[in-house]
């Protein structure tokens, strides 16, 4: 031992040598004599009768067996830390960087990112698990997109009525918002946004009775003619509630209708329809006031004959009263008396033409196609015209000088003569 002290593996070589003879191995016993320790080895053979031991002290073997056994345990050790590395890192990239990556794909999916992809690098449970994750967010993205586009589709659908489309929820607070209701209220839909409605339309507020029991009864609310001013200007809109009732959703659709135009409209049909009335009376008129107008006209003329020096009659009947016709007719024309008969005379022919002129006017049109001369019927038109006037306008057409020059040699024209009277009026 101590000549090989320095080479532990021909020490072993040589013990084992000499440890031939006796059969190995056998027990191990730790001996103490006289304070010094010993490791021995005995084996018994009872075949042989024979017992055979075989020791060598202690602290010698420690001495030995020390520089090996340090390089064994440093080697042990260090086979441990490269095979726990190796392992934590088989581990890590097996298990834990894979499933990192899977977990920031779901984070990110629920950030609403669903154009993230996480890599598949294997092909065991962790990478099936990727791949399958992987297809979720495809399926996941067309629904989505499948979704926006049909909402889009409505939102288009809604944008484009000419309506005001206004939702909203049992509070009264806005959840949708189109284009006309942004027009007319000058609110974007991002503003109109949980607001309540009386605030962004405040001639609602005279509904929300109405639009509380749309909810509760589910039974459609309709309001007509709902007056209000924009601009300075009376306008006029229908407004109808309608209740959500579909899949459990709460709350209603407030549709609102400018009917302004229709509105006037039908204030124009009502007016033609007085017109119309009073046309027919007009014409009623005209012919009653024909026969006075006629009467009067006839009596003009047989005073201006009963005046007349030319007539036998006269003459005799003023002698027999005792008078002179020529002096009578003379003081006639001196208190010009006659001239207000001639002017009686001319203002009732002036007046039957008139009145001639407006029954040809208002008769009924048979849309007849017939020869008429223009020029007549320039003159006819004139002379409706001329009994225009307005007194709170200050305005009368018979202040307004018109010339008027026709051509002689225009041909008669085939039209319908009550309608060429009606664009020149």
Not at 66 to 74: F, I, N
Not at 81 to 98: D, E, K, S
Not at 335 to 361: D, Q
Not at 407 to 423: A, H, K, L, M, Y
Request: glycine share 8%.
């Amino acid at each position: 031992a101590a000549a090989l002290e320095g080479d532990p593996g021909a020490l072993r070589t040589a013990a084992l040598e000499l440890l031939a003879p006796v059969p190995m191995p056998g027990s191990r016993r730790y001996l103490e004599r006289g304070g010094a320790h010993a490791v021995a080895f005995i084996h018994v053979d009872p075949q042989r009768n024979l017992i055979g031991e075989a020791a060598f002290d202690y602290r010698t073997y420690r001495r030995i067996a020390h520089s090996p056994s340090v390089k064994l345990t440093v080697m042990t050790f260090v086979l441990v830390v490269f095979v726990l590395a190796g392992f934590r890192l088989f581990f890590l990239g097996t298990f834990v960087y894979p499933l990192r990556r899977l977990l920031a794909g779901v984070r990110e999916v629920n950030a609403g990112n669903l154009g993230v992809s996480v890599p598949v690098k294997t092909g065991d449970e962790i990478g099936f698990l990727a791949d399958s994750f992987n297809r979720m967010v495809v399926s996941i993205k067309k629904s989505s997109d499948d979704l926006n586009e049909t909402r889009l589709y409505l939102k288009n659908i809604i944008d484009s009525m000419p309506s005001v489309l206004i939702g909203v929820d049992p509070e009264g607070r806005v959840t949708h918002w189109n284009l006309e209701a942004e027009r007319l209220t000058k609110t974007s839909e991002a503003q109109a946004q949980g607001i309540h409605i009386s605030q962004l339309i405040p001639q609602f507020s005279r509904h929300m009775e109405g639009l509380r029991q749309t909810i509760r009864d589910r039974n459609p609310y309709k309001v007509e003619k709902v007056t209000y001013q924009q601009n300075g200007e009376t306008r006029y809109s229908d407004v109808v509630v309608y209740p959500l009732i579909a899949n459990g959703v709460r709350g209603a659709v407030i549709r609102v209708d400018d009917i302004t135009e229709r509105v006037r409209f039908e204030e124009m049909m009502i007016q033609s329809e007085k017109m119309a009335s009073v046309g027919g009376l007009a014409a009623g008129m005209a012919h009653e006031i024909n026969n006075p107008l006629g009467g009067i006209m006839l009596a003009a003329q047989n005073i201006t004959r009963r005046l007349s020096t030319d007539l036998e009659k006269n003459a005799e009947t003023a002698r027999r009263l005792g008078g002179d016709i020529g002096t009578i007719h003379r003081y006639m024309e001196e208190r010009e008396v006659v001239k207000m008969l001639h002017g009686i005379m001319e203002m009732g022919e002036r007046a039957s033409k008139i009145v001639s002129n407006m029954l040809n006017f208002s008769r009924r049109s048979e849309s007849k196609m017939a020869p008429a001369d223009i020029s007549e019927v320039m003159a006819n038109t004139l002379d409706l015209a001329s009994n225009d006037y307005n007194l709170k306008k200050k305005y009368d057409f018979r202040h307004i000088e018109i010339v008027t020059d026709y051509d002689d040699g225009i041909p008669r024209v085939c039209c319908i003569v009550t309608e060429i009277q009606q664009v020149i009026l």
